[in-house]
């Protein structure tokens, strides 16, 4: 059978401007390029436009348009939404990739995806479904969501506790669990530090809970004075955390490095001793995911899809309980040796390598076609 053509219609991925938003959909197409020929559509609701715009993207990994819409009030939102995705839609099959099938990621770009005449499939990567989120959906999209996705051939939440709320939610077909993947040509297990280093990756905004981290992080330096932690990424709440770590005492032992391209962050936790993350609410984190492609011990939040992935390879605390955390970070960096880097790491490559997720989404991809 010949390679499907597959057009990922999407809401959130990276740009130039912003390089690391939706990276995880990017991820999802390196997989499926694997064994489909794979074009992107990415729908940019913006402050910055009046009208609807649709051009290809210079230099991008795959044929890439981006469609640009102006935010409106909710209901006028929704229609220029769906106008933009087949405006965009449009476009792709005059260039000459006329997709045997719309691969759509989030329920919103299913919208416009099910006006497309293919067969579809959905990834659902948004936190809104879940309790713990505080933006969660109302009735309006919920029931949205119920109707569109009904046209999915296959909806695929990328964790179980993702795909429970979907069906809380009223959701319903054929729900298949498809996590984020992670690329172990490149995040591959390294020697680590010297016991004591820590890093986290992130958004540096609410979710990702940094503040609770550094609190927690005071509190491992009492105890482990010669500890370290390292923060990659950047966010609207960058400037009030390194105020924070100030105000903490912990100048010298807290490095802020902001955004850093992926090679840069595969060579930093493959010299590190332990991941933390101290989220709020999450569902997938690719962190996650690409830390124990190196073979890192975790010590996260107990919330969302993140148990699914610690399983045995950390620990875990509640959310907003700096007090918690602590305890779990020094019990881990107490007890290093008790994890097998090299095992964490097979573990995440049977689970998410790309050549894993890709053989899935191949299978879901001929069984929607047949």
């Known amino acids: 059978m010949s390679r499907p053509r597959v057009l990922f219609v999407t809401t959130s991925y990276p740009s130039v401007e912003a390089p690391a938003t939706g990276v995880f959909v990017l991820e999802h197409a390196r997989a499926a390029a694997r064994h489909a020929d794979v074009a992107v559509l990415h729908l940019d609701r913006r402050h910055d436009v009046r009208g609807i715009s649709v051009r290809r993207e210079d230099g991008a990994e795959f044929p890439t348009w981006r469609a640009r819409y102006p935010y409106r009030p909710t209901a006028l939102s929704i229609v220029a939404h769906v106008a933009a995705g087949l405006a965009g839609y449009r476009a792709v099959r005059r260039s000459g990739f006329d997709p045997d099938l719309v691969h759509a990621h989030f329920f919103l770009a299913a919208l416009p995806a099910a006006l497309m005449r293919k067969p579809m499939v959905e990834t659902e990567h948004w936190t809104a479904f879940l309790p713990e989120d505080p933006t969660r959906l109302g009735r309006p999209l919920t029931l949205a969501a119920r109707l569109v996705l009904r046209r999915a051939r296959t909806v695929m939440p990328v964790s179980e506790s993702l795909a429970a709320a979907m069906r809380a939610a009223g959701i319903r077909g054929r729900f298949l669990v498809v996590p984020n993947a ?133 620990l875990l605390a509640a959310p907003e309980d700096p007090t918690e ?45 047949a």
């Open 182 to 314: 992670v690329d172990t040509s490149l995040f591959r297990p390294g020697a680590g530090g010297d016991g004591h280093r820590l890093v986290t990756v992130g958004l540096l905004q609410h979710q990702k809970g940094v503040d609770v981290l550094l609190h927690a992080f005071a509190r491992v330096r009492e105890s482990r004075p010669d500890a370290v932690l390292e923060i990659v990424g950047d966010g609207p709440e960058r400037l009030a955390y390194e105020g924070l770590s100030t105000t903490l005492g912990l100048d010298g032992a807290v490095a802020f490095h902001g955004f850093e391209p992926k090679p840069w962050i595969a060579e930093l936790l493959a010299r590190s001793d332990l991941f933390v993350l101290a989220s709020r609410f999450d569902n997938n984190p690719c962190v996650l995911v690409e830390a124990q492609a190196a073979g890192l011990p975790i010590v996260a939040t107990r919330v969302g899809g993140i148990s699914e992935i610690v399983e045995g390879n950390g």
């Open 325 to 369: 955390l602590a305890d779990r970070i020094l019990e881990a960096l107490a007890g290093l040796d008790r994890w097998d880097r090299t095992a964490i790491a097979a573990r995440a490559a049977a689970r998410y390598s790309a050549e894993q997720i890709g053989r899935t989404l191949a299978d879901v991809y001929a069984e929607a076609l």
